[in-house]
């Protein structure tokens, strides 16, 4: 029947299969053929979801039917499972994806950082969902009342200030560069930053809640070469929800001053 002994000893003990006979001096145990039926149904029943204790009950009573209801009750159960395993299947196929083509191209440059003079706003946000209506709905409007003007190509970046890696509650600041200083306002800064001789750029290919994998790769990286991180990463945003509605394509560039 391809049920072990330690299944066997605990459908006796659940009262679900016990024995027809054990052996006094050996205490080997012994079924009859219709136990062989009796154990059909049970790996049955197990299969479409019942407990052992649901079993018992089914087994107990004389028909050895579920009735319409707890058939019902079952499919919707599994109806669920389905819908968990499917997104669970679809998000671990885009993960794998992902990781796949961060693996497959040369991610990681060192670049000069040059200086450059940005608007900035600094804010304790919920979590990097909320990142995205910070700078549309508030930054953005902002930066075109105070007459700022954005130079080309755009950049524009974030910096975490929070000194070590934060899902939620995240102390950040937005800076766009721009072409001028400008009087600060009440929402908007704005400042000269300076030049950074030497930082490494990675690529970072996907939703920003899995920054914290890029910079650990990238982290790994500088310790195998010998260097170390002399200042704030910068979090600088390519394509996003502005352009992309899939966040497994959306292209960010952390920027590490090095030496």
């Known amino acids: ?15 679900l299969l016990i024995p027809d006979e054990v052996d006094e001096w050996t205490g080997y145990r012994y079924y009859s053929l219709d136990q062989m039926q009796r154990m059909n149904e049970i790996r049955q029943l197990q299969r479409l979801g019942f407990s ?8 107990d009573d004389t028909n ?17 499972q389905l819908k968990e395993l499917n997104y669970r299947y679809s998000k671990l196929l885009e993960w794998r994806d992902s990781r796949k083509t961060l ?15 940005v608007a900035s706003h600094r804010e304790v946000i919920p979590d990097y969902d909320a990142l995205g209506p910070l700078c549309y709905m508030k930054i953005g409007p902002a930066m075109l009342a105070a007459g700022c003007k ?27 560069q721009i072409e001028e200083i400008l009087p600060d306002t009440d929402f908007i800064q704005f400042k000269k930053l300076p030049a950074i001789p030497k930082a490494l750029c990675v690529k970072h290919i996907g939703p920003y809640d899995r920054f914290s994998e890029s910079f650990t790769e ?24 502005w352009n992309q509605d899939d966040p497994e394509k959306w292209v960010s560039v952390i920027q590490i001053p090095i030496e």
């Open 52 to 59: 052992l204790e649901e079993i018992k009950d089914l087994l």
């Open 1 to 15: 029947m391809q049920v072990t002994v330690k299944t066997l000893r605990h459908y006796e003990t659940k009262k």
């Open 150 to 176: 954005c130079v080309e190509p755009g950049y524009c970046f974030t910096i975490d200030h929070n000194g070590e890696y934060k899902a939620t509650e995240i102390d950040i600041e937005y800076c766009e």
């Open 103 to 117: 693996k497959n191209m040369e991610n990681m440059t060192i670049q000069a950082l040059p200086e450059i003079i």
């Open 64 to 80: 050895h039917t579920p009735s319409i209801e707890m058939l019902e009750e079952k499919i919707s159960a599994t109806e669920a």
């Open 218 to 241: 990238a982290v790994t990286y500088l310790e195998s070469q010998g260097m170390r991180i002399c200042g704030a990463p910068r979090f600088s945003y390519v394509d996003g929800p």
